[in-house]
């Protein structure tokens, strides 16, 4: 069962009156990239939740977001009253030496560093604030990989209609392949014939089945048909593997699209033509398909 890349999961927790809220959102990525944004008061999260999402997911681009909701201000931020104090006091002190009179805007002094930073909890505080966070992180991770699931069985569902068009065209191309060496003889024994016809000559039977064996051997599908149905076969058994199997996919995908350039290189029949224009459609498809796999 393969897993799409691209998901959405939520959860929330309370914890002295402070409602957490996680969320998570996944894009596709050919690696692992982990966004993680957290308040600066919990900031010392972000390691053993970039671990959770690790532990669980193998590809793509995770944000994660953590939200506090009801939270007071004294949970959110410190000020440093004695700094601010001397901040002002200093500038009074430059305003009525140089006469100036200019009120003082203590919210932006607040901007200035070192005045407001974020209230960080003591050891015991913070051990449950990681076990709150982490749950709730747990619970969205889940959600996420319940959606991921439910659009990789589409995902899945999709390749394998891509696969079984993929292998009707192969057998057509089967069954016209014998017919483009019969037609190719025919039709240059009658062209040779109509040139030799003035001349009186004989066609020389030897000859003409020389090139007729050239002509097989050079124009020979079987080996590059074979190859495609073998992929077609890997193809659809990834789909069956667990864990990680966009990679495989994605490299399968190549794999059958060489082979359809081979075989278009090689046709001279009309109707093979376009069977491969069908399969290098179709593969094209499962291309974009595999750069949602996880």
Do not use: W
Not at 41 to 70: D, M
């Amino acid at each position: 069962m393969i897993n799409s890349m691209t998901g959405y999961g939520d959860a929330e927790g309370q914890l002295n009156g402070v409602t957490y809220t996680a969320e998570i959102r996944t894009v596709n990525n050919r690696y692992f990239k982990a966004n993680i944004k957290l308040p600066e008061t919990v900031a010392f999260l972000a390691e053993p939740i970039e671990k959770l999402l690790r532990r669980n997911l193998s590809r793509g681009t995770i944000n994660y977001i953590l939200r506090l909701k009801n939270a007071s201000a004294n949970v959110l931020f410190n000020i440093d009253e004695t700094a601010l104090r001397a901040v002002m006091e200093r500038l009074s002190r430059i305003a009525s030496s140089a006469n100036i009179n200019c009120p003082i805007d203590i919210g932006s002094l607040l901007n200035l560093p070192g005045i407001l930073e974020p209230a960080l909890p003591d050891e015991k505080i913070a051990e449950q604030i990681k076990k709150t966070v982490l749950e709730i992180s747990k619970e969205a991770v889940e959600k996420l990989k319940q959606m991921r699931a439910t659009e990789g069985a589409a995902l899945e569902a999709d390749l394998k209609q891509n696969c079984n068009a993929i292998k009707q065209d192969l057998e057509r191309i089967c069954t016209q392949s014998p017919v483009v060496l019969q037609r190719y003889a025919e039709k240059l024994k009658k062209r040779v014939n109509e040139l030799l016809v003035d001349a009186k000559l004989k066609l020389d039977e030897e000859t003409l089945a020389r090139e007729v064996a050239i002509f097989a051997e050079r124009s020979d599908i079987s080996e590059e048909i074979a190859r495609l149905d073998s992929h077609l076969q890997q193809l659809l058994q990834g789909c069956q593997a667990n864990g990680q199997a966009g990679r495989r996919l994605d490299f399968i995908s190549q794999e059958m699209l060489r082979e359809a350039n081979t075989i278009a290189s090689k046709a001279s029949n009309t109707e093979i033509t376009n069977c491969v224009v069908n399969i290098k459609c179709r593969i094209d498809r499962i291309k974009e398909q595999a750069q949602n796999v996880e």
